[in-house]
């Protein structure tokens, strides 16, 4: 599979944070979902692949060539939805769209205006009148509109409806038929990730906990609850969680097929992308 961007021992050095040591491979044709908590570094690292911030190490690649900050067309092939920003409050979609016609040199206005009747935004309003959520849809509209191979998308379905949620889903799935889009997705809503995600990344503190294909990563992990005594009688590699209750033991593990095999007696549950997060951000001290 060929990889549309490549990150080689990435680091970003804040004075309180460091995204540190990120090796990660982003195919083409995919969605990746990019999980982890407030401040675990998904805004910084989609900035690092933006070149809006410099790095402090490291390389970023596409299509195996280092990007360069300056690389015009570069910006061309990237579509990008940012939590937190927005159009100035003077303008109106209109106007908008003028400017993009002169940013991005495949702007197409017909594919925008399709998307502003698609998301019910009126063209000649201000965005200063905007709700958050419509803000946020022509934030998306703008990104789609530019024949973009690369979608970047910091909590774009964040502050909309269900209806208005699965619509941008279902966009970013007929995105990737054609195998040379690919698109990087951070969002704190995981059953969206679940619908659509190819892959999923989870960051913790600025580190890489793990970057797996999801439907491997459903089927592998597991809740297995038992007593302290049985806890004992896991190999420790292959837990990655743990909670005790007035029950037991719950603990995560990636490998519950092989645990159920060997252990019939034993409760082995299916477990979602949000426990996954929650056993490891904050399960107890193993």
């Given at each position: 599979?060929?990889?549309?961007?490549?990150?080689?021992?990435?680091?970003?050095?804040?004075?309180?944070?460091?995204?540190?040591?990120?090796?990660?491979?982003?195919?083409?044709?995919?969605?990746?979902?990019?999980?982890?908590?407030?401040?675990?570094?998904?805004?910084?690292?989609?900035?690092?692949?933006?070149?809006?911030?410099?790095?402090?190490?490291?390389?970023?690649?596409?299509?195996?060539?280092?990007?360069?900050?300056?690389?015009?067309?570069?910006?061309?092939?990237?579509?990008?939805?940012?939590?937190?920003?927005?159009?100035?409050g003077n303008l109106n979609a209109k106007q908008?769209?003028?400017?993009?016609?002169?940013?991005?040199?495949?702007?197409?206005?017909?594919?925008?205006?399709?998307?502003?009747?698609?998301?019910?935004?009126?063209?000649?309003?201000?965005?200063?009148?905007?709700?958050?959520?419509?803000?946020?849809?022509?934030?998306?509209?703008?990104?789609?509109?530019?024949?973009?191979?690369?979608?970047?998308?910091?909590?774009?379905?964040?502050?909309?409806?269900?209806?208005?949620?699965?619509?941008?889903?279902?966009?970013?799935?007929?995105?990737?038929?054609?195998?040379?889009?690919?698109?990087?997705?951070?969002?704190?809503?995981?059953?969206?990730?679940?619908?659509?995600?190819?892959?999923?990344?989870?960051?913790?503190?600025?580190?890489?906990?793990?970057?797996?294909?999801?439907?491997?990563?459903?089927?592998?992990?597991?809740?297995?609850?038992?007593?302290?005594?049985?806890?004992?009688?896991?190999?420790?590699?292959?837990?990655?969680?743990?909670?005790?209750?007035?029950?037991?033991?719950?603990?995560?593990?990636?490998?519950?097929?092989?645990?159920?095999?060997?252990?019939?007696?034993?409760?082995?549950?299916?477990?979602?992308?949000?426990?996954?997060?929650?056993?490891?951000?904050?399960?107890?001290?193993?």
């Amino acid at each position: 599979m060929e990889t549309a961007i490549r990150l080689e021992n990435v680091v970003k050095k804040y004075p309180k944070f460091t995204l540190d040591q990120i090796n990660l491979e982003l195919p083409k044709g995919c969605i990746m979902g990019l999980v982890g908590e407030n401040g675990a570094g998904k805004t910084t690292l989609i900035k690092c692949i933006l070149g809006l911030i410099s790095l402090s190490d490291g390389r970023i690649y596409k299509d195996e060539k280092v990007i360069s900050e300056k690389e015009i067309e570069w910006k061309n092939d990237v579509g990008v939805v940012m939590s937190g920003s927005s159009f100035p409050g003077n303008l109106n979609a209109k106007q908008i769209n003028k400017i993009m016609e002169n940013i991005y040199s495949r702007w197409d206005k017909n594919i925008f205006f399709d998307y502003l009747k698609q998301f019910h935004i009126d063209e000649n309003k201000y965005t200063k009148d905007y709700s958050t959520g419509m803000a946020m849809k022509l934030q998306i509209a703008v990104a789609f509109s530019h024949n973009a191979k690369l979608l970047l998308l910091d909590e774009a379905t964040s502050g909309l409806d269900p209806v208005v949620r699965d619509e941008i889903l279902e966009i970013l799935q007929n995105f990737i038929q054609d195998e040379e889009c690919t698109v990087l997705f951070s969002s704190h809503i995981t059953s969206d990730l679940e619908k659509v995600a190819d892959y999923i990344t989870f960051l913790h503190k600025g580190k890489l906990i793990f970057s797996e294909n999801k439907d491997e990563l459903l089927y592998n992990y597991g809740v297995v609850r038992c007593s302290k005594e049985d806890y004992k009688r896991i190999a420790p590699e292959h837990v990655i969680g743990l909670r005790k209750n007035q029950f037991g033991y719950e603990v995560m593990v990636d490998n519950r097929i092989d645990i159920s095999r060997q252990n019939r007696d034993w409760v082995v549950d299916t477990t979602t992308l949000e426990e996954i997060i929650l056993f490891q951000i904050k399960g107890d001290v193993l």
